[in-house]
């Protein structure tokens, strides 16, 4: 009973752990690209911004290692996996409309359980 109460102030952890294919899907599908081009090695601004959010949801939703979010992403190094989330994790300190965006792909992701 105590848990029926309590599982509408505290969220109950997701049944299944979020995998690394569906927060790639999820995060294209939000910014209608293909999940391909994101994952793939094109550079045009419109790709890189995604797949910088893509990496840095994997980095807070999973409990993958910066060499797995980079193999994802056709095999980057660690060290793009890095600089992807710091520069995510600083834009969000100021920029309102990519607060908005993570947090309505947080959302969708864990919607879908």
Not at 61 to 77: H, K, M, N, Q, Y
């Amino acid at each position: 009973m105590a848990q029926r109460i309590l599982s509408d102030i505290i969220p109950v952890a997701d049944a299944q752990p979020l995998s690394i294919p569906f927060i790639q899907d999820t995060v294209a599908d939000y910014y209608g690209i293909p999940v391909e081009e994101m994952k793939g090695k094109r550079r045009d601004k419109h790709i890189v911004f995604p797949r910088q959010v893509s990496m840095y949801l994997i980095r807070e939703e999973t409990d993958s290692s910066l060499p797995v979010i980079g193999d994802a992403f056709s095999g980057r190094d660690h060290t793009t996996a890095l600089h992807a989330i710091d520069k995510i994790t600083e834009l969000l300190r100021e920029d309102s409309r990519l607060q908005s965006d993570i947090r309505q792909l947080r959302e969708r992701l864990h919607a879908h359980g």
